[in-house]
């Protein structure tokens, strides 16, 4: 067993606590990074035991298959579980994703997603007013929605290959 390894993986989930966003989640993802290469779980390095608990991410109108896909392959890669509950709705008609797991793997979970889905809405938009001059007879919202799952799935894929 490699005891500094644990130790590294250790302080750096202890980093993943900051009150600063950024460095929460560089911690957390090293920590990731870490725990897959050493072939570690959460419980081998963790000095206190946690229980499994739920979080959610943002609220949203409706459960949109890229967003699904995409958080379902961010919480497996992180040891966690997601689904979408209709329960609790608020008066404005958003359902939620609900993620199960442990505190700290829900807040990777919850910081990762949030990041992708900011960054792929944004590429979308981008690559739309990039390429509008090529798609005079495509739909803008096809479009955009085809490269937004696009993106989810190679995201994905690509976190399915670093957890082998």
């Known amino acids: 067993m490699n005891y500094s ?12 606590k900051s009150a600063n966003e950024h460095e929460a989640t560089l911690a957390a993802e090293k920590a990731q990074d870490l725990l897959l290469k050493y072939n570690l779980s959460y419980d081998d ?3 206190e035991k946690e229980n499994i608990t739920q979080g959610h991410a ?4 409706s459960m949109v298959g890229w967003k699904s896909h995409l958080i379902s392959g961010v919480a497996e ?9 209709h329960h609790g709705w608020s008066s404005d008609g958003k ?3 609900i993620i199960t ?4 793997n829900i807040v990777v ?3 990762l997603f949030e990041y992708l889905e900011t960054t792929i809405d944004r590429l979308a938009k981008q690559s739309l007013e990039d390429n509008r001059h090529q798609l005079m007879y495509t739909h803008g919202k096809s479009y955009t929605d085809s490269f937004k799952k696009s993106c989810a799935m190679r995201i994905v894929q690509r976190l399915k290959d670093r957890m082998r």
């Open 95 to 97: 359902g939620k994703f």
């Open 58 to 61: 943002a609220p949203s109108r």
């Open 45 to 47: 390095v963790s000095e």
């Open 77 to 85: 890669a992180n040891f966690c579980h997601s689904y979408w509950s």
């Open 5 to 16: 390894a644990i130790e590294k993986i250790r302080n750096l989930l202890r980093l993943a």
């Open 109 to 111: 979970v919850q910081e």
């Open 101 to 104: 797991g442990k505190e700290v």
